[in-house]
């Protein structure tokens, strides 16, 4: 086997749960081989460096070897090599700003005034 197609193997190294799920990124400009943006089906080559935008973080891969079958999680390590900097996968638990508005029991729904008010607040924060 020379190559790999990129969804099939992301799914295979479980960075993804689904190959659908795989394919979505990819399709979505989420996933870069060698720099480049790939698409689905885009040959993926021992000796290849992927990059995946997952949620706030970049996750970096060198592949190794390379399998269009689903593996064990300790297996992953012989088939894919992972280059994420600490900082990125800290951000996977970084705490989340919540804001907590206090309404009155039996006010209603609020009015289109209170919610451009609380989009301005929002707006504020970021």
């Given at each position: 086997?020379?190559?790999?197609r990129?969804?099939?193997?992301?799914?295979?190294?479980?960075?993804?749960?689904?190959?659908?799920?795989?394919?979505?990124a990819?399709?979505?400009?989420?996933v870069?081989?060698?720099?480049?943006?790939?698409?689905?089906?885009?040959?993926?080559?021992?000796?290849?460096?992927?990059?995946?935008?997952?949620?706030?973080?970049?996750?970096?891969?060198?592949?190794?070897?390379?399998?269009?079958?689903?593996?064990?999680?300790?297996?992953?390590?012989?088939?894919?090599?992972?280059?994420?900097?600490?900082?990125?996968?800290?951000?996977?638990?970084?705490?989340?700003?919540?804001?907590?508005?206090?309404?009155?029991?039996?006010?209603?729904?609020?009015?289109?005034?209170?919610?451009?008010?609380?989009?301005?607040?929002?707006?504020?924060?970021?």
């Amino acid at each position: 086997m020379d190559s790999v197609r990129t969804d099939k193997y992301l799914w295979a190294i479980r960075v993804y749960k689904t190959r659908s799920d795989a394919t979505d990124a990819c399709n979505g400009n989420k996933v870069r081989v060698n720099g480049a943006v790939a698409k689905p089906s885009k040959a993926v080559k021992i000796g290849d460096v992927i990059e995946v935008h997952k949620g706030p973080a970049c996750l970096t891969y060198k592949v190794h070897q390379l399998s269009e079958n689903r593996m064990g999680a300790q297996l992953v390590p012989e088939y894919a090599e992972d280059l994420t900097p600490e900082s990125e996968k800290a951000k996977f638990h970084a705490p989340k700003e919540t804001i907590v508005m206090h309404r009155d029991k039996g006010s209603g729904r609020p009015t289109k005034k209170d919610r451009r008010t609380l989009d301005a607040l929002m707006d504020m924060l970021d």
